[in-house]
């Protein structure tokens, strides 16, 4: 059998698998707050005692309700790796539009409120506005993106860049989340109080707004989760789990009911027959949903104007001037920004790039800079641009893009792999891996999302020499530095150089290689990281699994708690 000149491998590891996304989910604050509260039991006790002083509410002292008294300055930071979760500004706008309308009694659907509930349909007076300023005083439109894998599997590990919570309300989107019921969740002020790095709302992409990944039936997620953050609980009380008992709130307009998963009986009464419960509730599951009452009105006002969780500084004249919503919305430049459809090639094989800038969106004009080896070296093409490259390494890429208000740049070294399509003999090659200087050159190395998790070359530790490969995963942070961004979601590949195997049968052709690993997890379930073993004979443009291995195929060496040391007597 001949094989092929060009012959690449390629070691992915990949911490954990993606998921297909399910047809409708609901919200996820309870579970999120449980597990909070597992991980804190020290402040359990506060948080109970906040709860009940927060419950407690004076309505002679709440201030006088009247449209525009109450701004509220939002940032949507997306989670993306340049697919459909990266959605589009337009779609936030929508998401921002419904918030604005069902806040305040504008929404055209409140025609369909069955005739009881019609006097109970309340104008909370909360505006939204995305946010004019960044934390550092520049220009935004309120969207940070951030190119990320935590946007795989999203939880409270994924909240990266959270802007100060006194002054604006987070809001992360994400292509899925880790609990796969949930379209998105959010803390309750008492919780936030002492976990302030978690504060805010994560969501599913498929529930911002209602344009683009989204859809109209999905657009109220928002609306629903942003009560939480006010204190809002779900009308049957502190569960997620509505059509299981009857209960109750604390708000006394809103009838005690065990919730709806559905829109079947808009004049349920089993709760307390014949009074009929208030299906079409923002806070309710059914999916027809829209109104909040009068005091559910009182309550998310009571929780705005208190110091808990920092949230009456949202609506100062302070917070208001801080995230530059207190005036007229400003044209911001650019933020420079593109990706590639793949960042491995070969000499003189050419790639594509996308403009992805973002803050502004129009763009007049680009200037990209492929280095001096690029063919070409320079282009002034706008929304895609194609090069190749003469010579093999690392090539740094630059994007600078214009617009009407400005000009945005931004280089990203390293970003592009060329190899030598040329390939290597390699019959009776072994790889003890002793010349690091050989392996830095000639292996491409991509760490994809820049963090402590990635291979690296290992000088303490080996089988035939002294040194070996491994990949990075121990997360030595300490807290607070620890409560975002984890190695869990993570992916990074090690592509060898070219091997020439013609002349070699499939009797006498192999590769082999001695493994050593550990994990933390005590729990062989929980344990999920991937080893992927591929070959390419193209030049990267595909890839053809040789095999994977998981589990007990990659722990070896059992559960350990400090970070593991591979050495001869841990390889197998």
């Not at 709860?51 to 709440?62: H, Y």
């Not at 929404?107 to 007076?125: E, Q, Y």
């Not at 006002?301 to 100062?316: E, G, K, V």
């Not at 430049?333 to 090639?345: G, S």
Request: with cysteine; aromatic share 10%; net charge negative.
């Amino acid at each position: 059998m001949s094989i092929k000149n060009l012959f690449l491998s390629a070691v992915v590891l990949i911490s954990t698998s993606y998921c297909v996304e399910a047809q409708s989910a609901h919200c996820g604050n309870v579970e999120a707050q449980k597990k909070l509260l597992a991980q804190h039991p020290e402040l359990q006790k506060s948080i109970a005692q906040l709860e009940e002083s927060m419950n407690n509410i004076d309505l002679t002292k709440l201030e006088k309700n009247h449209r525009g008294d109450y701004i509220i300055p939002l940032v949507y930071h997306v989670l993306h790796n340049y697919g459909s979760e990266n959605i589009t500004d337009a779609q936030i706008y929508s998401d921002v539009k419904h918030l604005n309308d069902n806040y305040n009694k504008k929404n055209a659907d409140t025609s369909a409120v069955i005739p009881i509930f019609k006097p109970l349909i309340t104008n909370v007076g909360f505006e939204f506005r995305l946010a004019n300023k960044d934390p550092e005083g520049n220009c935004t439109n309120g969207i940070d993106r951030i190119h990320t894998y935590k946007t795989y599997f999203a939880n409270d590990q994924s909240k990266l860049n959270q802007w100060n919570r006194s002054h604006y309300l987070n809001i992360w989107v994400a292509h899925t989340l880790e609990n796969p019921t949930a379209a998105a969740y959010a803390i309750k002020p008492p919780t936030a109080q002492f976990l302030f790095y978690y504060d805010g709302i994560m969501a599913w992409n498929s529930y911002i707004g209602s344009i683009g990944t989204s859809s109209p039936n999905n657009s109220k997620t928002i609306t629903h989760e942003v009560g939480h953050c006010m204190n809002l609980d779900h009308p049957w009380g502190g569960t997620n789990n509505p059509e299981v008992a009857c209960g109750d709130d604390g708000v006394l307009d809103t009838p005690q009911t065990e919730g709806h998963d559905d829109c079947n009986n808009l004049y349920d009464s089993t709760c307390n027959a014949p009074v009929i419960e208030n299906v079409q509730n923002y806070m309710d599951y059914s999916y027809c949903t829209h109104m909040f009452t009068h005091g559910q009105r009182d309550r998310m006002i009571a929780a705005l104007t208190s110091p808990i969780a920092q949230r009456n500084s949202l609506y100062s004249a302070q917070g208001l001037a801080f995230a530059g919503v207190d005036g007229p919305k400003q044209d911001c430049a650019p933020k420079a920004d593109f990706n590639v459809n793949r960042q491995f090639t070969c000499k003189g094989t050419s790639i594509n790039f996308t403009n992805k800038s973002y803050n502004d969106t129009t763009m007049t004009a680009s200037l990209w800079d492929f280095t001096a080896d690029g063919t070409p070296a320079t282009s002034t093409t706008i929304a895609t641009a194609s090069a190749s490259f003469a010579t093999v390494g690392w090539k740094n890429i630059t994007l600078q893009a214009t617009s009407n208000a400005g000009t945005g740049t931004t280089v990203k070294n390293n970003y592009i792999y060329v190899a030598d399509p040329i390939g290597k003999v390699v019959t009776g090659q072994i790889n003890s891996f002793e010349d690091e200087t050989a392996f830095n050159t000639n292996w491409a190395n991509f760490n994809y999302y820049h963090n402590n998790y990635k291979w690296e070359h290992y000088a303490w530790g080996g089988y035939s020499g002294t040194k070996c490969i491994r990949y990075h995963a121990f997360d030595d942070r300490v807290f607070p530095q620890n409560t975002v961004g984890s190695a869990k979601g993570d992916i990074d590949e090690l592509i060898t150089e070219a091997y020439d195997l013609t002349g070699l049968s499939v009797n006498n052709a192999y590769l082999n290689f001695l493994l050593a690993g550990a994990t933390r997890a005590s729990i062989n379930a929980d344990m999920d990281d991937s080893l992927v073993i591929q070959y390419s004979i193209n030049c990267g443009a595909s890839w053809v699994n040789l095999v994977k291995l998981s589990k007990t195929g990659i722990i070896n060496n059992g559960t350990i708690a400090a970070e593991f040391n591979p050495s001869f007597a841990t390889a197998v």
